[in-house]
T-cell receptor, first 110, second 113 residues
Framework: AQRVTQPEKLLSVFKGAPVELKCNYS??????LFWYVQYSRQRLQLLLR??SRESIKGFTADLNKGETSFHLKKPFAQEEDSAMYYC????????????FGAGTRLAVHP | DTEVTQTPKHLVMGMTNKKSLKCEQH?????MYWYKQKAKKPPELMFV???????INESVPSRFSPECPNSSLLNLHLHALQPEDSALYLC????????????FGPGTRLTVT
């Protein structure tokens, strides 16, 4: 069965500290992995996708097929990064169905 | 226009009421989605439409009835809901099935009394 696991419900760091939000997945095929972010009182929006291999707002994520992980990283957290982060998997040939992890709330303190 | 809009923002309804949620996009996307999001939980897919035809129904109870009258509009008709159906209902759209990222609307906060 397809599953996305985000082990941390809450990650609390100080401004300027490195951040790593963990995401592990279970899928037998070739998945597409995404990170979505939901800032307070704003809509859910795409942050990163693994096929792009880009850096957005200083965040990067690398797909590690051996460890079935897609951790989100940022070297220096900012207060405006505080939000809910969801890792999501899209099944190949799967009608664009996204399977979301439970989410991790990132709180960046001054 | 690069947004998905949803109306109303908030809705309170009784268990015997009939109401509808509306979603609209003008990005030329041909796939549209309904999700349900309970508090502190991730979104869960309910329905997927592609080219105005229902492609996926994730075993949603019949008290939820989707409708796609045209390529820009997606409705969710509600009837005889239960209090446990109270949630944030999200609409999303994408260029096509298996094509492009999903753009989400702000959601409708539904409370069933």
């Amino acid at each position: 069965a397809q599953r996305v696991t985000q082990p941390e419900k809450l990650l609390s760091v100080f401004k300027g500290a490195p951040v790593e939000l963990k995401c592990n997945y279970s899928y037998s095929g070739s998945p597409e992995l995404f990170w979505y972010v939901q800032y307070s009182r704003q809509r859910l929006q795409l942050l990163l996708r693994h096929i792009s291999r880009e850096s957005i707002k200083g965040f990067t994520a690398d797909l590690n097929k051996g460890e079935t992980s897609f951790h989100l990283k940022k070297p220096f957290a900012q207060e405006e990064d505080s939000a809910m982060y969801y890792c999501a998997l899209r099944k190949s040939g799967g009608y664009n169905k996204l399977i979301f992890g439970a989410g991790t709330r990132l709180a960046v303190h001054p | 226009d690069t947004e998905v809009t949803q109306t109303p923002k908030h809705l309170v309804m009784g268990m015997t009421n009939k109401k509808s949620l509306k979603c609209e996009q003008h990005m030329g996307h041909r796939a549209m989605y309904w999700y349900k999001q309970k508090a502190k939980k991730p979104p869960e897919l309910m329905f997927v439409y592609s080219y105005e035809k229902l492609s996926i129904n994730e075993s949603v109870p019949s008290r939820f009835s989707p409708e796609c009258p045209n390529s820009s509009l997606l409705n969710l008709h509600l009837h005889a809901l239960q209090p446990e159906d109270s949630a944030l209902y999200l609409c999303a759209s994408s260029l096509g099935l298996d094509l492009g990222e999903q753009y989400f609307g702000p959601g409708t906060r539904l409370t069933v009394t």
